[in-house]
Structure formats: structure tokens, C-alpha cells
């Protein structure tokens, strides 16, 4: 990645994470406190710890505010750490998991589960895993056949994430109730969670996040290039598979439950990677958090500032990361990935 500021001129990697931890406590306890109800901050150790647990406070905390900023913790962080992955192993500061087919694979796959098992819901991780395994691996494959251009991989995403939203509009023409409010659905939102829905796929996180942390060091070797790394010994095919399997996993797992989120994973790896660097241990903690952060925030501000309406925070997210997006492809033009 090009244009980044020097190590002199990086703010402090520790001051980094304390205000990026400080600003994910302040935006979940926003999130749980404001709304249509405010809620005192009281209200929510009263709720956890079973104290008046029939008033309205507690009803609204328990099964509304929080299983709703748990899944933006979740998936923000999900998304993010997803696209710091798939930027770092294809070199392609445009790739995210929304452009490159990762997102939309996941969603033909959560909605061909949904109708043939409707009652499995533990299934929708591996489902969107499978999903969006595929996508990545299909854009990755035409987009090497054409040359492997950094525009060429956006317009190979673009074009497959098209086929899997019409296998979408297809299994909805047959099946029209294997997804229960579609649009939001496509648009991406986090109202009506339950932590039935969160839990699944918050352990897919978890696990998945563990192992990219813990190959951070293959990451940094793969950086280089792929010939450098094979001198190195780094056995390029096997490790790129499986980080973009991983990547797969975590844009997946938050797929399944919030939608097709947008952006996230595009605009968040580019700001951490301004603020603590390129190695990637620090670039994945870095982006858990501020991932976490900003979904949060942008759901919070997509149910505060047209109160009493609610904008789904999708659109919140493609307000923000569309013109991202357009400034990025300025940037990049005529820039080409390596091999």
C-alpha cells in the first residue's frame, strides 16, 4: 500500500488502541442507552443482573439494544478485519469483501439454506462461508485469466456479485418466503436481532479471527510479493487459500445475520493502516476495533438523526463508503496488482 505516513509522523500505536477501546465502550453504551426509549445507564446493570427483570427497561435492553449492538460489534469487526485480510493477500487496496463478490456469494448461500432447511439456523455461518468462499475464489480466478488488473478484479466483482444477486432474486421467485423482509436484507440492517441469530456466528468469528491473527507473520512475508516469499520460503498458494478462506468465513458469518453490508471492510483497513502501520497483527487488532466502532456508531446514527423514522444502516454505510470508494478508484487508476 502506497502513500502511507512514516513511522515519524504515525501517531503512537498504544494511544491508537486506547481510543479505539474507549470508543467501542462509549459507542455500545450509547447504543444500549439511546433510542425511541432512553435508557439510563443504570438500567443496564439492573437488567444483567436480574433486578426487576419484568420492567420495561429491562424487556427493552435484553431483547432489543443489546443483541443489537453485540451483532454491530460482531459484524463490524468481522467485516473489517475480513477486508484488511483480502487487501493485504491480494495486494488490491480496492478489494473488500462487498466488491469482490464475497458478500453477495454469502447471501445466494444464506438464502438457498434458508429455503431448503428453514429451520436451521446454526447452518447460515457455514452456509455464507461456503458462499462467499466461492465468490472470492471465482472473482480471484477470472480476474488472474484477465490479467490481474487492480480495476480488472473490481469489474470481475462487480460482474459476479451481479449472477449471485439474480441466483438471489431466482430463489425468492420460487421460495418467497426464505427471506423474511428481503430488503432489508439486501440493503443491510441489524434491527430485529436476537442473540440467537448473533451467537452461531459469533464463534465463527472468533475462531476465524484467531487464526488470521496468528498468521500475521505469514501475512507480512506475503506483503512482499509472491516471489519474495517463495525465496523465503513461504508456500504462497496454500497460505493465500486459506487467509482468503478465513476472510470468507468472517464476511460470511456476518452476512448471515446482518445482511449485505457495505464498505466497512473497504474504508476501515484504509484508516488503521494510516494509524498503526502495515504489520499485520496490529493491522488486525486495529481493525477488530475500529470496525466494531464505526458499525456501531453508523447504526446508532441511522436511528437517532431521522427519529422517530429509522434508516437502515446500510444505507448509512453506502452514504459514507460510496464516495470513499470513487476517491479510491481516482487514486488507483492504472495501478496494478502483483502476483
Not at 10 to 23: D, E, G, M, Q
Not at 30 to 39: E, T
Not at 74 to 101: F, R, T
Not at 271 to 278: A, C, L, P, S
Request: aromatic letters at 6%; charged letters at 10%; one cysteine or more.
Amino acid at each position: 500500500m502506497k502513500n502511507l505516513p512514516t513511522s515519524s509522523t504515525r501517531p503512537n500505536k498504544t494511544a491508537v488502541f486506547i481510543i479505539l477501546a474507549v470508543t467501542v465502550l462509549v459507542g455500545a453504551m450509547l447504543s444500549i442507552c439511546l433510542g425511541a426509549v432512553r435508557v439510563h445507564p443504570g438500567d443496564i446493570l439492573r437488567a444483567l443482573t436480574g433486578v426487576a427483570p419484568d420492567s420495561v427497561q429491562t424487556r427493552i435492553i435484553l431483547y432489543a439494544r443489546l443483541p443489537r449492538t453485540f451483532g454491530c460489534l460482531v459484524a463490524g469487526a468481522a467485516l473489517a478485519v475480513s477486508g484488511a485480510v483480502i487487501q493485504s493477500v491480494l495486494n488490491n487496496p480496492l478489494a473488500a469483501p462487498n466488491v469482490i463478490g464475497v458478500n453477495s456469494g454469502a447471501g445466494l448461500s444464506v438464502a438457498l439454506c434458508t429455503a431448503l432447511f428453514p429451520m436451521s439456523v446454526n447452518l447460515m455461518p457455514l452456509a455464507a462461508f461456503l458462499g462467499a468462499l466461492a465468490g472470492v475464489l471465482l472473482v480471484l480466478f477470472i480476474a488472474r485469466c484477465a490479467a490481474a488488473s487492480r480495476i480488472t478484479l473490481v469489474l470481475a466483482g462487480i460482474a459476479v456479485s451481479g449472477v449471485f444477486s439474480a441466483g438471489i432474486d431466482c430463489v425468492l421467485t420460487f421460495v418467497p418466503e426464505s427471506l423474511n423482509g428481503y430488503s432489508d436484507f439486501r440493503i443491510g440492517g441489524v434491527a430485529n436481532l436476537s442473540l440467537a441469530r448473533v451467537i452461531p456466528a459469533f464463534w465463527v468469528v472468533v475462531i476465524a479471527g484467531i487464526l488470521v491473527f496468528a498468521l500475521g507473520g505469514e501475512m507480512d512475508i506475503l506483503a512482499l510479493g509472491s516471489d519474495t516469499a517463495q525465496s523465503l520460503g513461504l508456500r504462497v498458494r496454500p497460505v493465500r487459500i486459506l487467509l482468503l478462506s478465513l476472510a470468507a468465513a468472517l464476511a460470511g458469518a456476518a452476512v448471515s445475520f446482518t445482511g449485505l453490508l457495505g464498505f466497512v471492510g473497504l474504508i476501515v483497513p484504509h484508516i488503521m493502516r494510516r494509524m498503526v502501520g502495515e504489520e499485520s497483527r496490529a493491522l488486525v487488532a486495529a481493525c477488530a476495533m475500529g470496525g466494531a466502532a464505526m458499525l456501531t456508531l453508523c447504526d446508532l446514527l441511522s436511528r437517532i438523526l431521522f427519529a422517530p423514522f429509522e434508516l437502515p444502516v446500510g444505507i448509512m454505510l453506502s452514504l459514507i463508503g460510496g464516495p470513499f470508494f470513487v476517491w479510491l478508484l481516482l487514486k488507483q487508476r492504472g495501478g496494478r496488482t502483483h502476483d
